[in-house]
């Protein structure tokens, strides 16, 4: 771009000292060699910017029409000459105008294109923060898991370790006898005596007493 603008200011101030004569200004041809030399300024211009697209064909049609001016001045056509020129810096102009467009909006798309991929690597960095965040719950998860598995294995391991002890135990103690002594009255059944006489005695008799022992063992 630099080149460019270095090259158009060039002949701009060809121009410039080619109209601040009065002498060279005065005949046709002076101003057929000036529109000349200005649309030579502009393809060259032009061509430096290395555009794309549809320019290359304008800069073709602009040098074409710059061959005609020059051939036009050659040929002492002088007003054939400057209409020529006037054509192909015309053309050159608009060129111009469309690669500086197309210039503008290659990097604008590419600024897009920059701050998509930015986006898209920030988008990517979330997913992995979230799901890195995702695994480390999901492992403490299961070491909670893990650590409940052990505390209720270590609770068995005392339960059962106690139940182990109180049968040892148990087995250590001798069998205890219990010794119960119940005493209870029998009812006395009156007995009926027959003599010879045809008398009836009744006697009754005391109420017996009996004696009933019962022995328990009890073993621990």
């Given at each position: 771009m630099r080149k460019v603008l270095m090259i158009h200011a060039a002949t701009l101030a060809a121009l410039s000292m080619l109209s601040a004569s009065p002498v060279a200004a005065e005949g046709k041809g002076d101003r057929a060699k000036a529109a000349v030399a200005e649309a030579q300024g502009k393809i060259d211009a032009l061509n430096a910017m290395d555009a794309r697209g549809e320019v290359p064909r304008m800069s073709a049609d602009a040098m074409a029409a710059l061959r005609s001016a020059q051939d036009q001045l050659r040929a002492g056509h002088k007003d054939a000459a400057i209409d020529a020129a006037h054509q192909a810096?015309?053309?050159?102009?608009?060129?111009?105008?469309?690669?500086?467009?197309?210039?503008?909006?290659?990097?604008?798309?590419?600024?897009?294109?920059?701050?998509?991929?930015?986006?898209?690597?920030?988008?990517?960095?979330?997913?992995?923060?979230?799901?890195?965040?995702?695994?480390?719950?999901?492992?403490?998860?299961?070491?909670?898991?893990?650590?409940?598995?052990?505390?209720?294995?270590?609770?068995?391991?005392?339960?059962?370790?106690?139940?182990?002890?109180?049968?040892?135990?148990?087995?250590?103690?001798?069998?205890?006898?219990?010794t119960t002594e119940t005493t209870r009255t029998a009812a006395a059944t009156p007995q009926v005596v027959h003599r010879t006489v045809h008398r009836t005695v009744h006697r009754r008799t005391h109420p017996a007493v009996v004696t009933e022992k019962t022995t328990t063992t009890v073993s621990h």
């Open positions: 810096s015309h053309l050159a102009d608009t060129a111009i105008g469309v690669a500086q467009r197309d210039r503008r909006e290659n990097r604008a798309a590419a600024q897009a294109d920059a701050n998509m991929a930015a986006q898209a690597q920030v988008a990517g960095a979330r997913d992995q923060a979230a799901a890195a965040q995702e695994q480390a719950a999901d492992a403490q998860q299961r070491a909670d898991a893990a650590n409940a598995r052990a505390a209720t294995a270590e609770q068995a391991a005392a339960s059962a370790a106690a139940d182990a002890a109180a049968a040892r135990a148990s087995a250590q103690q001798p069998p205890t006898t219990v």
